[in-house]
C-alpha cells in the first residue's frame, strides 16, 4: 500500500494505483493540462472512493505505507488501467 500526499492530506491506496496516479500527474504536467481521476483508497479502515484533480498548479507525492492489508481493494484494477490509459493517450 502507498499514500499519496496531496495538499495536507494521506489518500491510501493500491501501489499501483498510487504509482498510475503521480505517473499521470506527471504527464499533465508536461502538457499543462488538468483532469479529475477517481480510484479507491482506505479511508478510516473503510473501503471508499476518491476523486483528485491532477494538474499543473497541484504538488503529491507518494511514499510507501508499510500496511500490509489482506484485503483485496475491490476497482484497484479497473482505476489503474483507466489512470493509465489516459496517461498513455497523451504520451
Known amino acids: 500500500m502507498k499514500d499519496i500526499l496531496f ?8 501501489d499501483d494505483v498510487a504509482d498510475a496516479v503521480l505517473d499521470y ?32 498548479n497541484g504538488v503529491l507525492a507518494v511514499v510507501d505505507a508499510f500496511i500490509d492489508l489482506p484485503m483485496v481493494v475491490d476497482g484497484a484494477d479497473r482505476a489503474c488501467a483507466e489512470i ?8
Open 25 to 56: 500527474a506527471r504527464v499533465l504536467l508536461d502538457r499543462d493540462e488538468t483532469d479529475i481521476v477517481h480510484f479507491p483508497t482506505l479511508y478510516d479502515g473503510s473501503l471508499s472512493q476518491c476523486a483528485i484533480l491532477l494538474g499543473a
Open 84 to 91: 493509465s490509459r489516459r496517461a498513455d493517450a497523451l504520451r
Open 7 to 14: 495538499d495536507g492530506h494521506r489518500i491510501l491506496t493500491t
